[in-house]
């Protein structure tokens, strides 16, 4: 068997099936052995407890593996849904040690971003679907709530619901209703334990669980060096799966946005800036982005690095939509589908030149067959016609043969892409063609991760996203119109996850010769570039105290002191309660730090509600004025703002929402004045006040002078960006004490 995944979480998900290998639902690993799924599920529509089933986990490929019930517990006939409802398999083999189970929290409290894998119809493979926890039930069972477009349909029964906040199961899914199954129900630990009295003895809570770590590994008085330094183990730099740092509630915010964005224009390419350093979590974030995204659309994973030195760009880029779009498809369906592309490739841009080689050959074959017949009685011109007629149609299947492998294997290596842009007329178009028509028939949604492009050299980063432009963000017009049994059409969106530094440098040197005629004071070339390439930029998330001492005990197996999980409700309670974004941030101000760091994510959650939105997005109105009637620079304006205030709330930083506007705006506008004053953010006093301004570098100093910089800097009473203020909106802050206008 294959290394299994890293996520504990991907490794216990389970899919339920009976004799015939129907999927009836999902199920979680519990133990080395036993499997924990809901009663009617393998109950085949009544109450009789089953002989065998089939339990196979998809992540770790294992195949079906046969398993008798353990502990069977079937819902009592005129009870409540949920009472009872709850069975134990056991496997007739065991899974290997490094498969490991998964940890169960004691509690589920309300306004918990949460995901599920299920097996709905029509998915054979699962998908994951998300949602947030609302609230307990009187019968003890906790109230989902769907988040994505598709629900807790059926298939979702027995299914584990996982935090990526709290790195653990909170209970197991047994029933949905209402509109499109929005509404969920779930069994959570305590209902389980009640259920089946082995359960606390089998697994334990996330909490106990880590007081039990194997005697192997626990530290020892004897284990500390010299200088009072502990021993610790090695860590893995590969990108995390338990959120320890809430990358889940920014994930959820872009998730939020990517979907908005399509609904919004559907025909339009969303292109998202994740804009960090090397080694700031970026890789961890598209993980949660992904799971997050798959409920719904199909993602790709590109990895510049791996194909920096192939040549040229789009066809590795055409390569990776094509795989993933065709392992969307059942297996059975792969081949059909594949040949329907390559009818439509044939049809598209190559039907006359096939239709003539087929002509050819057909004419051949008919003066044969019209000879043979006796039509055609010369006898003198036998040998001649049976040699010509030979040579034609053999002639007119090479060619044609040719045609369908030059034109048509294009992606079958970079050599094959490189010859077909040197034989075709209109190479780009017809790769441009393609790949709408990829989209087109997808099935749903694309979205391209690109990784690594800030480890490559500049020509190809430029080359790459000029790809992407050309390519895939501009479709052909006409692959825009609705056709009949197709869906509609969804262009393409892609998060690139890389130092914007790397970025603008690249575009820089690329277009070096342009710089004195199309650069603005403040708004370099390079800044151009990625304000025409995306619609929003995402700055990582930086560690505050609170934060990075969390995240460092959990590197070194601390115990970090954490506030009593009563005082976390409250504060949870009240932001559930909250109206607009100030109630948010001024019951975030009240509450103690570390409970600040336990609840922010529900409180980005809560500014997310369409509710809160439209109050927020009605106290940005002020700053119209500011932006000149730019209707790109507006649109920018709100989704750069709702996306800075989600990484400040989690960063700690409760910065007040026209402090936190004005600052955006003069990003915006002005982005590298923004990047300098967040390196150097006493320099916005000498700005203010007219003095020292020869300091600055070259390019800021005739800005720094500029009437509409301090019409920006003044254009809202009560609001000053003073160098704290600026330290606080751009996340350079250590323990941010809340700000306030």
Not at 24 to 40: F, K
Not at 399 to 425: C, D, K, N, P
Not at 477 to 505: I, K, N, Q, Y
């Amino acid at each position: 068997m294959s290394t299994p995944p890293a996520s504990t979480i991907e490794q216990a998900v389970a899919g339920i099936s009976d004799e015939t290998g129907a999927v009836r639902g999902a199920g979680v690993l519990v133990a080395a052995d036993l499997v924990l799924t809901c009663a009617h599920v393998i109950a085949r529509g009544s109450n009789e407890q089953p002989g065998t089933v089939l339990v196979d986990f998809p992540f770790l490929r294992t195949g079906p593996l046969r398993a008798s019930v353990h502990f069977w517990a079937p819902q009592v006939p005129g009870s409540e849904p949920g009472t009872g409802d709850l069975a134990v398999l056991r496997l007739e083999r065991s899974l290997p040690p490094d498969v490991r189970p998964v940890e169960f929290a004691a509690a589920a409290p309300p306004g918990l971003q949460v995901s599920a894998y299920g097996f709905p119809r029509g998915y054979q493979d699962g998908r994951w679907a998300s949602g947030r926890t609302v609230g307990s039930l009187p019968n003890g069972a906790v109230q989902l709530e769907a988040t994505d477009s598709t629900g807790f349909t059926a298939g979702y029964s027995g299914a584990p619901v996982w935090s990526p906040e709290l790195g653990a199961v909170l209970g197991i899914l047994y029933a949905v209703d209402g509109p499109d199954d929005r509404a969920g129900y779930m069994s959570p630990a305590p209902a389980l334990a009640e259920m089946w009295p082995e359960f606390g003895a089998v697994v334990r809570s996330a909490r106990e669980r880590a007081a039990e770590v194997p005697e192997a590994r626990r530290r020892r008085p004897g284990e500390f060096a010299p200088g009072g330094r502990e021993r610790t183990q090695w860590v893995s730099d590969a990108p995390a799966d338990r959120d320890v740092l809430r990358r889940a509630a920014l994930a959820n915010v872009l998730a939020r946005q990517l979907r908005h964005a399509r609904t919004e224009a559907p025909d339009a390419s969303f292109l998202v800036h994740v804009d960090g350093s090397w080694g700031t979590g970026k890789s961890t974030l598209l993980k949660l982005l992904a799971r997050d995204l798959r409920s719904d659309s199909i993602v790709a994973f590109f990895d510049t690095w791996r194909h920096v030195r192939i040549e040229p760009p789009w066809w590795a880029l055409l390569t990776t939509i094509r795989k993933a779009v065709v392992q969307h498809r059942p297996r059975w369906r792969r081949p059909f589908f594949l040949i329907r592309e390559l009818l439509a490739r044939v049809r598209r841009d190559g039907a006359p030149q096939v239709l003539s080689g087929l002509l050819l050959v057909g004419a051949a074959l008919l003066a044969a067959f019209l000879f043979r017949a006796g039509v055609i009685t010369v006898r003198s011109v036998e040998p001649t016609f049976k040699t010509v007629t030979t040579v034609v149609g053999a002639a007119g299947a090479l060619w044609t043969a040719g045609i369908l492998v030059s034109r048509y294997a294009m992606w079958g290596s970079a050599r094959r892409a490189r010859t077909f842009e040197q034989s075709h007329t209109d190479p780009m178009n017809d790769v441009a063609e393609h790949i709408a028509w990829l989209v087109r028939h997808a099935g749903r949604p694309i979205v391209v991760f690109v990784e690594d492009l800030d480890r490559c050299n500049a020509d190809y980063v430029v080359n790459f996203l000029d790809s992407v432009q050309t390519l895939v963000r501009d479709v052909p017009e006409h692959w825009r119109r609705p056709v009949r049994h197709t869906p509609d059409f969804h262009a393409p969106s892609f998060v690139v996850a890389m130092d914007g530094a790397w970025l603008r440098c690249a575009y820089e040197n690329a277009y070096e010769t342009f710089t004195s005629a199309v650069a603005e004071p403040g708004r370099p070339i390079g800044y151009l570039f990625l304000d025409k390439l995306f619609q929003l930029s995402v700055p990582m998330p930086k560690l505050g105290g609170a934060s990075r001492d969390l995240y460092f005990g959990e590197l070194l197996g601390v115990n970090v002191a954490k506030p009593p999980p009563a005082t976390a409700d409250r504060v949870r309670a009240a932001l559930t309660t909250s109206s607009d974004e100030i109630e948010v941030l001024e019951t975030l101000a009240k509450a103690d730090p570390q409970v600040r760091e336990i609840v922010a994510s529900q409180a980005v959650e809560r500014m997310l509600d369409a509710g809160v939105q439209d109050v927020s997005h009605h106290a940005l109105a002020k700053f119209s004025r500011l932006l000149h009637s730019n209707p790109r620079a507006m649109k920018r304006f709100v989704n750069t703002y709702t996306v800075l205030r989600a990484v400040r709330v989690l960063e700690g930083s409760l910065v007040p929402t026209d402090t936190l506007a004005l600052w955006t705006l003069l990003r915006i506008r002005w982005p590298e004045l923004a990047d300098y004053l967040e390196s150097h953010p006493e320099a916005v006093e000498r700005i203010t006040e007219g003095s020292g301004v020869q300091d600055l570098p070259e390019s800021l100093s005739q800005l720094a002078a500029s009437q509409d910089l301090h019409e920006v800097l003044c254009g809202v009473p009560g609001v000053t960006l003073t160098p704290d203020v600026i330290r606080a909106c751009s996340g350079a802050g250590d323990d941010l004490a809340p700000l306030r206008t």
